[in-house]
């Protein structure tokens, strides 16, 4: 009687996720998020540290690769200088800390208008380790590279 009562609330625990989003990040979505921000200047640093403290809510999408950030724009939080629409800041390279193991996958960050607004995968990530027998609490920053300026 309890794995029934366990699934239903694992079940309905999933679907508030999908509708009402999330507050929190996946271990391998904070190492990628963390890797970015520690390339960053100390006032865009303060600026990505003030939104990730604001956003109303977090949706995952295209089955967990795309991870969004939505803000209630009334809210007086700092923006980034680039208020282009979707505009690809950097790629964040996790790879496997397993030796011998030269996987990696890479990450996108995403802002939006200003906003800090997605980190995205070439895959799901959950079948990308799996495909490339990857751990994902076994990955490290391997390298950040910056595509777009931020001001």
């Known amino acids: 009687m309890s794995t029934v009562i366990e699934t239903l609330f694992n079940g309905v625990s999933r679907l508030c996720g999908r509708f009402f989003?999330?507050?929190?990040?996946?271990?391998?979505?904070?190492?990628?998020?963390?890797?970015?921000?520690?390339?960053?200047?100390?006032?865009?640093?303060?600026?990505?540290?003030?939104?990730?403290?604001?956003?109303?809510?977090?949706?995952?999408?295209?089955?967990?690769?795309?991870?969004?950030?939505?803000?209630?724009?009334?809210?007086?939080?700092?923006?980034?200088?680039n208020a282009a629409p979707a505009v690809h800041?950097?790629?964040?390279?996790?790879?496997?800390?397993?030796?011998?193991?030269?996987?990696?996958?890479?990450?996108?960050m995403f802002i939006h208008e200003g906003y800090f607004f997605s980190i995205e995968f070439p895959k799901r990530p959950k079948r990308y380790f799996e495909l490339h027998h990857m751990q994902p609490d076994k990955l490290r920053v391997s390298k950040v590279e910056m595509f777009s300026v931020l001001d």
């Open 21 to 81: 989003g999330s507050r929190s990040l996946r271990p391998y979505e904070q190492l990628a998020l963390s890797g970015w921000r520690d390339t960053l200047s100390q006032k865009h640093q303060h600026t990505l540290d003030e939104q990730l403290g604001a956003f109303d809510s977090m949706q995952r999408q295209a089955g967990d690769a795309k991870v969004c950030f939505f803000y209630d724009s009334r809210k007086n939080i700092p923006l980034f200088g």
């Open 89 to 108: 800041v950097a790629d964040v390279l996790l790879a496997s800390t397993i030796p011998n193991k030269g996987e990696s996958i890479r990450v996108k």
